[in-house]
């Protein structure tokens, strides 16, 4: 009797539950987890699972996600969901990898924690049943706390899975997961919100904005920056974020792609802001006076403003560490280079530009 099975692995209360009860049946499980930069605050920790199954009865694989799912994301066959959460399209991507997997080791089923009726795009019995076609997993897909509310699998006909110990769980209310869990002993389980990034409605709009500006584009590494910040779009294509808070900031420089290009007020205390487009000068000065209304100089009449390109797009070592003044400013600049150097290890150029903050009504006009 074959007992291996592929389960999907979200880290949430309800995936813990379908491994549990694929577990209590004798199996061995091959959990995926698919990792992006659009799932926040996941633990990718396995205490819980330590904690209530056998070591030995489970293994943990993380996907990451890569531009295959940025093109489900763009172009969902079955639509989206309140935001930009394609969640079937998502599903049917996920188990498809799932399916690969089975058949190269040989599994019996995959199994998710999905509950009928729990949601309201992806949950309802004929988007289960549409999962499980456009995944190619018909009849090898089962959902264990639901299963008997569903047709038999492959898995429960033939005897290999027992169908009587399965659940027959549908719904919102939570109530019986959360007796399960208390059954079961499992203690400090997520709270079921998901941190999809997709389904926040800023996020979202953020997302869209970069479409619309660049052509129905998006990278990966766009995602990270998505999530944090003052976003502007000082004009088609051309997209500035400012930092926060130190932690932002940081962020910002830890993110910051080839090509685009850091700002930060010289001498006084205030944003990283990051540039992504094709910059013209007018763009270089907004960027910059935008940058300088969130900093402490905010009132002053002309501030100092650092820009640097990220990466090697400079070529050879020459341009490396490479200065432009194109404004005179008092003596700071030998210690805004400093300060910049401290910042990066990547190839950098700098220039220093002299501007005014900008005014708030201006900077509506540009924020997405
Ligand atoms: S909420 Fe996000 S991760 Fe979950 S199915 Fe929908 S799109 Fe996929």
Redesign the pocket.
């Given at each position: 009797m074959n007992k291996l099975a592929i389960g999907l692995y979200s880290g949430g209360l309800d995936s813990i539950l379908a491994v549990k009860l694929i577990v209590d049946q004798g199996f061995q499980v091959i959990l995926l987890r698919f990792t992006s930069p659009i799932f926040e605050g996941r633990q990718s920790e396995t205490e819980i699972l330590n904690s209530i199954l056998p070591k030995e009865s489970f293994c943990l694989r993380e996907i990451a996600l890569g531009a295959d799912f940025l093109q489900v994301i763009r172009s969902p066959k079955y639509g989206y969901?309140k935001n930009l959460?394609?969640?079937l399209d998502?599903?049917i991507f996920m188990l498809k990898k799932a399916g690969e997997i089975l058949k190269e080791g040989g599994g019996a089923f995959v199994f998710t924690g999905e509950v009928l009726g729990q949601r309201p795009m992806?949950q309802r019995r004929d988007a289960l049943r549409i999962i499980e076609r456009d995944s190619g997993l018909s009849r090898y897909l089962l959902r264990p706390l639901s299963a008997r509310l569903l047709p038999p699998t492959l898995a429960e006909e033939s005897g290999v899975i027992r169908r009587e110990a399965l659940l027959d769980i549908s719904g919102r209310s939570r109530k019986r997961q959360m007796e399960l869990a208390r059954e079961f002993g499992i203690v400090n389980y997520p709270s079921p919100a998901?941190g999809?990034l997709?389904?926040d409605e800023s996020f979202a709009k953020r997302l869209k904005a970069i479409w619309a500006a660049n052509d129905n584009q998006i990278r990966m590494e766009d995602l990270p920056l998505l999530k944090i910040g003052r976003h502007f779009l000082i004009r088609p294509g051309v997209r500035l974020i400012v930092g926060r808070n130190q932690a932002e900031n940081q962020k910002i420089l830890a993110n910051a792609s080839e090509n685009s290009w850091l700002f930060r007020v010289v001498n006084a205390p205030g944003p990283v802001s990051l540039a992504q487009g094709n910059m013209e000068e007018a763009d270089f000065e907004l960027a910059a006076s935008i940058t300088a209304r969130y900093s402490d100089a905010k009132n002053k009449a002309a501030v100092a403003v650092s820009c640097v390109l990220s990466g090697n797009s400079g070529g050879g070592g020459s341009s490396r560490h490479r200065v432009l003044t194109v404004c005179p400013v008092e003596d700071c600049s030998t210690r805004a280079i400093s300060d910049l150097a401290q910042w990066f290890f990547s190839p950098i150029k700098c220039e220093i530009l002299t501007v005014c903050p900008v005014e708030d009504c201006l900077l509506e006009r540009y924020r997405i």
């Open positions: 969901g959460n394609p969640c998502c599903k992806s998901g999809c997709l389904t």
